[in-house]
C-alpha cells in the first residue's frame, strides 16, 4: 500500500473526516487528541504529518519543532490499513523529510512493542527521549 507524506496544517473537511475516524479508532493508544485538541495543536505551530492514500489520510503523527528538533507524537493509523506497512512508510519518508531538512527527530514515550522498530531505523534513546539525528 503504497503511502505519500503530506504535512497538514489547515486539513480540508475530507480531512477533518479522516482524522476524526482515526481518533475514534485509536483514541486509547494512538491519535489521543480529538478535533479541537488538534486545533488547538495547528494554532500553537504544530502541524501533522500525514500518510495518504487514495487521497484519503490512513495514518498520522502530530509534530512540534523547538530548538532541539521535531518531535513526534501520538503516531496512528486507521484500523483497515493496519498489518499493511503504513506507519513504517510514514516514518521512512519522514525520516527522509528530515534527513533532507536536515532537522533532528526526537520521540517521547515509545510503546515497548516498537522500541525495536526505531533502533532499526536508527533512533538512539538517551533519558527516556528517542533522537534520530540524519548528520550522524
Same mark, same amino acid.
Given at each position: 500500500?503504497?503511502?505519500?507524506?503530506e504535512h497538514i496544517q489547515?486539513?480540508?473537511d475530507a480531512d477533518w473526516n479522516d482524522l476524526?475516524? #482515526?481518533h475514534q479508532e485509536t483514541a486509547t493508544n494512538g491519535l489521543l487528541s480529538?478535533?479541537?485538541?488538534?486545533e488547538q495543536h495547528l494554532q500553537s505551530g504544530g502541524w #501533522?504529518?500525514?500518510g495518504r492514500f487514495n487521497d484519503r489520510i490512513i495514518g498520522v503523527m502530530l509534530a512540534n519543532e523547538s530548538n532541539e528538533g521535531v518531535l513526534l507524537q501520538q503516531a496512528a493509523v486507521r484500523t483497515i490499513t493496519q498489518r499493511r506497512g503504513v506507519m513504517h512508510q510514514l516514518l521512512h519518508f519522514i525520516q527522509q523529510w528530515a534527513t533532507d531538512e536536515g532537522k533532528t527527530l526526537? #520521540?517521547?514515550?515509545?510503546?515497548d512493542d516498537l522500541t525495536a522498530a526505531l533502533q532499526h531505523r536508527g533512533f538512539t534513546l538517551k533519558d527516556n527521549l528517542w533522537t534520530y539525528?540524519?548528520?550522524k
Open positions: 500500500m503504497p503511502v505519500k507524506l489547515s486539513p480540508a476524526d475516524k #482515526i480529538d478535533r479541537t485538541a488538534l #501533522i504529518m500525514a526526537l #520521540i517521547e514515550a515509545c510503546p539525528n540524519p548528520d
